[in-house]
């Protein structure tokens, strides 16, 4: 994604959630992590939605509405977050089974 747009964290979009929690995988995974819990670390995507409450949007259909994009969670860090989220519930019992 970041190859195609030059969004990023603080403008209120997907990015917010799916820069963190890429990172916080990729971190978990090169500090010996199992994929199971670099999947846990991943859904620190959490944080990076509910930080996007009160950030004023700047890209997107969004920034149209100026300040009164503040204090509204982003939808596309909102949809990011339950993706990546349920990609994640979805796949630790597998891996537990398995």
Do not use: Y
């Amino acid at each position: 994604m970041q190859d195609i747009t030059e969004a990023g964290i603080g403008d209120k979009c997907l990015m917010d959630t799916l820069i963190p929690a890429v990172e916080a995988f990729e971190q978990a995974h090169a500090n010996g992590a199992s994929f199971n819990e670099a999947l846990d670390a991943m859904k620190s995507a959490a944080q990076g939605r509910d930080s996007t409450k009160d950030l004023m949007a700047k890209i997107g259909r969004a920034s149209r509405l100026g300040e009164r994009s503040v204090g509204v969670l982003d939808a596309g860090a909102v949809s990011c977050c339950l993706i990546l989220t349920q990609l994640a519930d979805s796949v630790q019992p597998r891996l537990k089974a398995g």
